[in-house]
């Protein structure tokens, strides 16, 4: 028989590839296939949240994402116009793009400067996949999926041919309409399709004489001749322009043709002459569904297989990065012998919840964008009305509530302010520790944070094989301490006297990683 490909992953867009991605990061070897040539070069995002950039400082990509992104400092990041060329004469209405706190204290280490289109994101990634000689495997389509107590097997087609593959474990990272999720028998529920059906148009035209050097992320194009949302890709010549395909009065997606798309674009910049070169053009239609599970023995969905969020408030791609970040350092202690098979059986305790909140707050912008682009205290009072949580709470805020958590606190203690204070099942707070953020500390590692007092901390994690930091900060008493897991979330708090701190690591790491409990005599 041959030996099992420890983790197969299906589907190569943003999620998939950055499953595969973190994988290789925890050392655990990881086929990918993907029925596409290659990363798709049509975006169907450009918002890159906080959490997935930190997701992306851990991986060491953050700089070359950065270098990717189109430079929105000190830009608007929405706008609301007729046109291009009426926005560039400033017949506009904008919406800055956000900013840290006013006392320069964020509750991240690092951001963007701008949006990052996502087939860029997709091309740094696989980029740095292939110079870590990563298995992916392109042109490749899954077309079976059995699965036993010991393994699953695949069933693949690809340039070669048909055929078969082992796997310990299967990653369905294959979006909305999932092979893998349907082959496996698993429903879906929620809202399904909203609105009207749209079309994406991927297209190069200089628009810098027009705007006058403007830049935003997002204008909404009101003239009725063409009213739809731009978005840019590279701030100058390349950009996706998405308008309505009104089925209900008989129009189809194929009805927009490139030369059809041209003529939209020309009314929608304003600029009858402009020259124009439609690149792609992809019908789409908002979504609202999650799945019934997110795991059904060995195979675990992430990103759009699991759970599908519409679009405004850019959740959809960063709560599918947060999956597989959740997801990877776990199977790779399941693989190298660390944790009990348990471990996996958290993934779905803790992400199940969390997309859920997130396909509730996309849909309650839905009816009003205002509820997401608002500012002041006058949209803080309409999103409470709404139910509705300020950003950052969705991105950075949520909490886990799982066996791999000591003592979780999974109630928000604000939906209007982010508040990260070291709770059990939050995100570690970040804080610069001698010009290292805590995030950073962590590393993809278990890690030990002892308070300023905390020298018998520092001794017990050596004993057990623990990273430690001794961290001065707010959040921790001088003589408490933080257990972090791999993926930067507490999973133990402790702020009372321990007498044997060694063996008080020892046995909650045990229970934290599901490790088997000893017979005695055995």
């Known amino acids: 028989m041959p030996v099992p490909v420890p983790v197969l992953v299906v589907g190569g867009g943003s999620v998939g590839l950055l499953t595969a991605a973190l994988l290789t990061h925890h050392g655990v070897p990881v086929v990918l296939v993907e029925r596409r040539s290659g990363p798709s070069v049509h975006p169907r995002a450009t918002g890159i949240g906080a959490r997935t950039v930190e997701i ?17 400092r000190g830009a608007v990041g ?8 009426a926005m560039g004469e400033g017949d506009v209405v904008t919406v800055p793009m956000p900013t840290p706190s006013a006392d320069g204290q964020d509750a991240t280490p690092f951001r963007l400067r701008g ?13 740095d996949l292939a110079r870590r000689g990563a298995d992916l495997r392109w042109s490749t389509r899954l077309t079976g999926i059995r699965q036993d107590a010991d393994g699953v097997d695949v069933e693949l087609e690809g340039p070669d041919g048909r055929y078969s593959l082992r796997c310990t ?21 929620g809202p399904g399709d909203l609105g009207k059906s749209m079309i ?17 992320a997002t204008c909404t194009i009101t003239t009725p001749e063409a009213p739809g949302l731009l978005a840019t890709v590279d701030g100058a010549t390349n950009w996706v322009f998405h ?4 089925t209900e009065a008989g129009e189809r997606p194929e009805d927009f043709t490139h030369e059809r798309c041209a003529t939209i674009i020309r009314s929608a910049v304003g600029d009858p002459d402009l020259d124009v070169d439609v690149r792609s053009v992809l019908p789409w239609r908002p979504r609202s569904a999650a799945a019934e599970r997110f795991t059904v023995g060995r195979v675990f969905l992430v990103g759009d297989a699991a759970h599908t969020v519409s679009p405004l408030g850019a959740f959809g791609l960063n709560t599918g990065v947060a999956d597989a970040h959740n997801l990877a350092w776990k199977l790779a202690a399941v693989h190298h012998g660390q944790a009990g098979a348990a471990l996996l059986d958290t993934y779905a305790h803790e992400r199940e919840p969390v997309a859920t909140a997130t396909l509730d707050q996309a849909l309650r912008r839905v009816a009003d964008p205002k509820l997401h682009w608002g500012r002041g205290p006058e ?3 309409a ?11 969705v991105h950075l805020g949520q909490r886990y509530d799982s066996a791999a958590v000591v003592d979780p606190r999974p109630e928000l203690p604000s939906t209007v302010d982010l508040v990260l204070d070291g709770t059990p099942g939050s995100r570690v707070p970040h804080a610069w520790i001698d010009g290292t953020s805590t995030l950073d500390l962590v590393a993809s590692r278990w890690t030990l944070l002892a308070g300023a007092a905390g020298e018998r901390w520092l001794t017990a994690a050596a004993d057990v094989g623990l990273p430690a930091h001794r961290v001065a900060v707010p959040w921790l008493p001088d003589d408490g301490a933080l257990l972090v897991r791999p993926d930067g979330i507490v999973a133990l708090r402790t702020t009372t006297p321990v007498t044997d701190r060694t063996r008080f690591l020892g046995e909650i790491l045990d229970q934290l990683l599901a490790r088997p409990v000893p017979v005695p005599g055995g």
Do not use: Y
Request: glycine share 6%.
């Open 169 to 189: 474990h299967a990653v369905a990272a294959d979006g909305t309409h999932s092979t893998v999720r349907t082959a496996l028998g698993v429903g879906v529920s």
């Open 78 to 85: 929405k706008a609301v116009a007729p046109t291009v060329v």
């Open 56 to 72: 992306l400082r851990e991986l060491g990509l953050d700089a070359a994402v950065d270098a990717a992104a189109v430079d929105l």
């Open 115 to 127: 949006v990052c289109a996502q087939d860029r994101l997709d091309a740094v990634v696989a980029a």
């Open 383 to 393: 999103r409470a009305a709404a139910g509705v949580w300020a950003a950052p709470v």
């Open 200 to 216: 994406n148009i991927l297209f190069r035209a200089d628009l810098r004489p027009h705007l006058r050097g403007m830049s935003f």
């Open 243 to 246: 308008v309505a395909c009104d």
């Open 379 to 381: 949209a803080d009072a």
